[in-house]
């Protein structure tokens, strides 16, 4: 059977993610979704799937493949037009509705994507994503008459709701619950006096994040923040060559943070006050240390009051390659980090799994998850988070930065052409039992004074090792040991 779905969704271009493939898949979707435990169909009605897209010049074509798709298979289409994949999570946890993403988050603009999600809001993983697959290779997806065809409902409103929990809720540490009650009643100005530049590399957070920081008191220059579909000022991936403009513009306003966001706003990239470059993982530190200190006003506010429903600090669950940094922030506070597959469906997964008692979840690329609100990354949250931070503790995010754990990463790609994942699978079956060793995706080997992993690229044919130490030397010796160990693989 063909694989289609990756790390997270379906990505291609439209030589191969055409319009009829988009069709047949997402009515594929559908009917997974209308057969699985969590759909609860009442009444007869049919199936209803949210549906927004991106600034992509393909948007609309690809909207009215997805519609067809959901329609032929007699699901009902909920259009949100272009929003925040971040948004349209919140949305379906909220309404227990299944999701459909039309965006290639952070790739270049003649890439086509979808992200499915299931009704709580959790992306689905490439694993989930072999039920749909079968189903479309065996063309057994739904087909509806003519006669029961649902109408395509169209939600002008859902995007305000994600801004009301966001502005009030969200930002004062509330829970997902508290947000829906009190989201319009806040009308303070939190972030008074912040100077902020933001940029929106012309994507969904154009909508939000503009508009809600001046709203919430800061003082905001935006750059990029007009919706385009070619990316014409910049590259959508927030990385640090991408965003020199970014850095430039904060030095010369004499700003406070500078924001960058990717093309649906599940990424995060932060630059200080001095025009430095905040790496992915140090952004998710600063969060995770945000959350710990949010759940630890809690506990000290529900003494005497409700203590047996007191919230518990919970864990951190990341990818086998994000920094040590996090482990340390989390041994800070007495917890501990959960390690998953690559990915942030199986972040999210992992949080929601029955029982689980985690704290945040996040990848060292500045995709983090506040559990409270929804179970996506939320970049655009996160820098509301990080923001009100600054404010509160009256801190410059140089600070902050210095702050974190010292630790230093060297990173190498390795040709390695089409056979590079069973060169990763034997070098996994003879690291498996060693005590040091995760080989849940790819291999990590952990030391005391640091760690290396090498994973092949789902996209390139490339193996990525990488090494982190307290010192570059004895990071670049963890890279060099690895790099022993797949030359020894035969």
Request: with cysteine; net charge negative.
């Amino acid at each position: 059977m063909a694989r289609y779905f990756g790390t997270n969704g379906i990505r291609g271009t439209l030589s191969s993610v055409t319009p009829d493939f988009i069709a047949k898949m997402c009515a594929s979707f559908a009917t997974w979704a209308k057969r699985t435990r969590n759909y609860k169909n009442s009444g007869g009605d049919p199936l209803r799937v949210l549906v927004a897209r991106d600034t992509r010049t393909t948007g609309e074509m690809v909207e009215g493949a997805v519609v067809s798709g959901l329609l032929w298979a007699g699901a009902q289409p909920v259009l949100l037009g272009i929003m925040p994949s971040p948004g349209v999570e919140f949305l379906g946890k909220k309404r227990r509705l299944p999701s459909i993403i039309i965006t290639s988050s952070h790739n270049p603009p003649e890439w086509v994507a979808l992200k499915f999600n299931d009704d709580r809001g959790v992306a689905l993983t490439k694993e989930r994503g072999e039920e749909i697959e079968q189903i479309y290779e065996e063309g057994l997806w739904d087909k509806t008459s003519w006669d029961k065809i649902p109408p395509v409902e169209r939600d002008y409103n859902a995007i305000n709701e994600y801004i009301s929990v966001l502005r009030s809720g969200c930002i004062a540490q509330h829970s997902f619950e508290e947000c829906e009650g009190i989201h319009n009643q806040d009308k303070s100005k939190p972030l008074e006096g912040l100077r902020v530049v933001i940029d929106c590399g012309n994507g969904t957070a154009g909508r939000v994040a503009p508009g809600l920081f001046k709203e919430l008191g800061a003082k905001v220059i935006t750059l990029n923040a007009q919706e385009d579909g070619f990316f014409p000022g910049r590259n959508s991936e927030p990385t640090e060559q991408n965003v020199q403009d970014l850095i430039k513009a904060v030095k010369a306003v004499g700003a406070d943070v500078g924001i960058a966001y990717d093309g649906d706003g599940d990424r995060l990239a932060l630059v200080d006050e001095k025009g430095n470059y905040v790496l992915g993982d140090k952004v998710f530190a600063i969060a995770v240390d945000i959350r710990y200190g949010e759940l630890e006003r809690k506990r000290a506010a529900m003494v005497g009051n409700d203590t047996k429903n007191l919230p518990g600090h919970g864990d951190i669950v990341t990818t086998v390659a994000t920094s040590n940094i996090i482990r340390e922030i989390a041994a800070r506070h007495g917890a501990n980090v959960k390690y998953v597959v690559v990915g942030a469906p199986y972040i999210a997964e992992e949080m929601e799994r029955e029982g689980a008692n985690y704290a945040m979840g996040g990848e060292e690329v500045g995709g983090i998850i506040w559990p409270d609100v929804h179970p996506g990354k939320d970049a655009i949250l996160s820098s509301l988070k990080i923001a009100l931070m600054l404010v509160q503790q009256k801190k410059k995010l140089s600070e902050v930065v210095d702050s974190l754990p010292k630790l230093f990463n060297v990173k190498e790609k390795i040709e390695a052409g089409p056979e590079r994942f069973e060169k990763i699978n034997r070098l996994q079956e003879k690291m498996r039992g060693l005590g040091n060793a995760i080989v849940i995706d790819g291999v990590r080997l952990d030391f005391d004074d640091g760690w290396c992993i090498a994973r092949a690229s789902g996209t390139e044919n490339f193996i990525r090792v990488f090494g982190e130490a307290k010192s570059e030397k004895r990071a670049k010796e963890l890279v060099d040991l690895m790099k022993k160990e797949l030359d020894n693989i035969k």
